[in-house]
């Protein structure tokens, strides 16, 4: 077994980040709101978790009308959004999104060598990235082949510091290189 941390209510390892196992009991054992600071508190822990729920707010959208000022209404459509989350939170399938990364890649020449910058994209975002300087052995190269030489390495978890692309996960490299061979 791999040694694992539990921090800020996910457990860190070596396999990635997860839910911590007794938050999402929380979740799942919370008894139906009977007013409106019990629908902020569910809501909050639910909300945590947000990232691993597709379309959480679409889902949550009903809980949160309950939530606005004046009459407290708990209505059918707050009732179903509270169970499907709860059934979402216990679904391992639905706690790993299946969200594929993009390898965008740069190549700048400058008159000294150039630098290889690889953008990865996650939900259309930014999410790291890593550069790597060209020196003059590496000019003489086919670009194609040195661009697939440093996709490969970006794709291994080590490559990139801020964040990484979960191995075993597909991705797309998407190239703006017009090549020269």
Known sequence: M????VFLGFIVSSKGVETD??????????????NIHEVRSFHGMA??????????SSIMAPITECMKPGLFIWTKAAN???????????????????IEYVLDD????????????????????????????TT????????????????SNSSKPSSFKPGRIDGGKPFKVYSRKKGKT
């Open 2 to 5: 791999s040694p694992s941390v």
């Open 80 to 98: 179903k959004a509270f169970e499907e989350i709860k059934s979402k939170m216990v679904n391992p399938l639905s706690l790993r999104p299946e």
């Open 136 to 151: 003059t052995d590496f000019q003489k190269i086919n670009p194609y082949l040195y661009e697939l030489y440093q996709a």
């Open 106 to 133: 740069q190549l700048v020449s400058t008159r000294q060598g150039g630098y290889q910058n690889f953008l990865v994209k996650w939900r259309g975002k930014p999410h790291s990235e890593n550069t790597w300087s």
């Open 47 to 56: 909300t945590f978790y947000r990232r691993f729920i597709r379309n959480f």
């Open 21 to 34: 196992p007794e938050k999402i009991k929380a979740i799942v054992d919370w008894p139906v709101p009977t």
